[in-house]
């Protein structure tokens, strides 16, 4: 079966600074979701990425997918205190259920 | 813009006793999942429905679950006899197309004393 490792487990970052977050998969990947969890609220959607190589962007948050499709990253600009969060990768596996990986929490300090 | 909407927010039950989760998907989406999150672990899938039937369901989907569609917009989720290790988040989520993005609800709590 699929597993994802996402990396790190924990991040605290200064306001203002740049971070990335990595999602790793066991098998190649069909679909990868990008996904925020708020504490205790539901998943989010921020981005799917289909095609290796593919990059998407959404105001400060940018998501790649290599080229071999097998890890994505998650790259946050000018981090604020509204991208504080959990953030989880999901995969398609090439069915519909979605695999998700642990999640990185994400804490933004002044 | 149009949501996953879940009831209740939260549920407190006695172990043994049945409860039902309600999920209202986004109104012109066809596949319909329930997934759950145990606290501090990943979320996970449970099952998913299409066409007025189970599609595919994990292993954690036993015989003390059962999904429903009883109307035009309604989606449930059963769970006969709750065990303490039933206590979760419950998430539902809907998607418009097969492979297509899936849009998650805010979740139910559901606590097993």
């Known amino acids: 079966s699929q597993e994802l490792e996402q990396s790190p487990q924990s991040l605290i970052v200064q306001e203002g600074k740049n971070l990335t977050i990595n999602c790793t998969s066991s098998?190649?990947?069909?679909?990868l979701y990008w996904y925020k969890q708020k504490y205790g609220e539901g998943l989010i959607f921020l981005m799917m990425?289909?095609?290796?190589?593919e990059e998407k962007s959404h105001e400060k948050i940018t998501a790649k997918l290599d080229e071999k499709k097998q890890q994505s990253s998650l790259h946050i600009t000018a981090s604020q205190p509204s991208h504080a969060g959990t953030y989880l990768c999901?995969?398609?596996?090439?069915?519909?259920?979605?695999?998700f990986g642990k999640g990185t929490r994400l804490s933004v300090i002044a | 813009e149009p949501e996953v909407t879940q009831t209740p927010s939260h549920q407190v039950t006695q172990m043994g006793q049945e409860v039902i989760l309600r999920c209202v998907p986004i109104?012109?989406?066809?596949?319909f999942y329930w997934y759950r999150q145990i606290l501090g672990q990943k979320v996970e899938f449970l099952v998913s429905?299409?066409?007025?039937?189970?599609?595919?369901k994990s292993e954690i989907f036993d015989d003390q679950f059962s999904v429903e569609r009883p109307d035009g917009s309604n989606f449930t989720l059963k769970i006969r006899s709750t065990k303490l290790e039933d206590s979760a988040m419950y998430f539902c989520?809907?998607?418009?197309?097969?492979?297509?993005?899936?849009?998650f609800g805010p979740g139910t709590r559901l606590l097993v004393l």
């Open positions: 999901g995969a398609d596996a090439g069915n519909t259920p979605l695999v």
């Open positions: 098998k190649t990947l069909y679909g």
């Open positions: 429905f299409y066409n007025n039937e189970i599609s595919e």
């Open positions: 990425l289909q095609k290796g190589g």
């Open positions: 989520a809907s998607c418009r197309d097969y492979a297509e993005t899936q849009y």
């Open positions: 109104s012109n989406h066809l596949y």
